[in-house]
Every structure is written in C-alpha cells, then in structure tokens.
C-alpha cells in the first residue's frame, strides 16, 4: 500500500502566503515525480505544478512565479510555497506521487485526499 497525505494551514487573507506538505510513505521503492493539482468549485482539476525525481518542474501559468516547490527525497516529502495569494487560488489541493511499488516494474499515480485551501479578500 502507497498513501500520500497532505497538511497544512488553510486559511489565509489576498497578499498572503501558505505552506502546504505532502509526505508519500508505504511500500516505495521509488518516486519517479510528486507535485499538486487544484479544484476550484464548479471547475475541473487542474495541474499546479509537478516536480520529477531529477528536478525538472512544470508549473501552470496561473502560478508561475507565485508558488514554488521543493523536495526532500529522503523523506518522500514535497512542499509548496504559495505567495502571493488571491482568491482565484481557491481550491481544494491535491498531491500526486507516481510510485513504483517494490516488485512491480511500473508507476502508478498515487492521489492525497486533498486539502482545503481558502483566500479571503
């Protein structure tokens, strides 16, 4: 069994900023890329930002520049950095982590449950 569990503060004012964590724990033999998907109300999910194992990141547009994402492998950890806030950033966050399971020869998307996030104006 793989989980992948999100945490962080949830409520913040326009301007302000926000940490959320993911940690990604179970039988893991390897992480090939962990990163976040948003849903607004009455919107379809959408990537934030994705991070492979080797560094490289795509962030959405809407993002660029506002939030950041980083990493500790060891921990099968990710974090995001939002700055910047506003209320179109709304949204329930998930995190996502393609897992390889010991004895299996392939990646599998692994989701959080998700993780309210809300800004005020």
């Known amino acids: 069994q793989v989980q992948v569990e999100e945490s962080g503060r949830s409520l913040v004012q326009a301007g302000g900023s926000l940490r959320l964590s993911c940690a990604a724990s179970?039988?893991?033999?390897?992480?090939?890329?962990m990163g976040w998907y948003r849903q607004a109300p009455g919107k379809q999910r959408e990537l934030v930002v994705v991070?492979?194992?080797?560094?490289?990141?795509k962030y959405a547009d809407a993002v660029q520049g506002r939030f950041t994402i980083s990493r500790d492998n060891a921990k099968n950890t990710e974090f995001l950095q939002m700055n910047s806030l506003n209320p179109e950033d709304t949204a329930v966050y998930y995190c996502?982590?393609?897992?390889?399971?010991?004895?299996?020869?392939?990646?599998?998307?692994?989701w959080g449950q998700g993780t309210q996030v809300t800004v005020s104006s």
């Open positions: 179970g039988s893991i033999f390897s992480i090939y890329a």
């Open positions: 991070e492979t194992s080797g560094g490289r990141t």
């Open positions: 996502i982590a393609d897992v390889r399971r010991y004895y299996s020869d392939l990646y599998r998307r692994y």
